[in-house]
């Protein structure tokens, strides 16, 4: 079948236009996905939401999150506001002991680790876990629990 040539001309100027664009939308990078719980509750990801979610741990929940925004949009508190979710417990665990005179930051860490907690974007701590939003920990490679369908037991490291 033969078309107009002109015909053949719009047809061919769409088709490389659908090869252009989707090259385009192909290579393009990948926009930054943050983590969340299973409550659809933003996780902290950086050693500078971390701090600020250490910084107002001992606030009224109905005031975190604004004092958090204030924190995080501080210039000047020094912390890295790269991805960095190795770095985030101690951080805010760092913080903690500095705003709760009673916990220190080995007793933190050791609650954090021990009851799967992670501190959340607006402040507080969230251990609610579920297959779509694992505890990011796990997703690192850290030995920890494993809930089987027999139940759970502790996971070790092979040498």
Known sequence: MKGTPMRNKVI?????????LTAYYVFQPQGFVPLFDANLR???MTPKEAHCAGTVIALPES???E??????????NGYSEEVEL????GTFC?????????LDYAECLSI???MDYWPLYDGGV????SRSAPYPLDVLGSPGNVEGRTGSRELNERE
């Open 86 to 89: 190795a770095a985030v417990l």
């Open 112 to 114: 954090m680790h021990d």
């Open 12 to 20: 061919a100027f769409f088709g490389i236009l659908a090869l252009v």
């Open 94 to 102: 760092s913080q903690v002991a500095i705003e709760i005179d009673s």
């Open 42 to 44: 933003q996780l902290a």
């Open 67 to 76: 004092a958090t925004a204030i924190c995080r949009d501080d210039p000047d």
């Open 126 to 129: 969230t251990n609610a876990w």
């Open 63 to 65: 005031k975190r999150a």
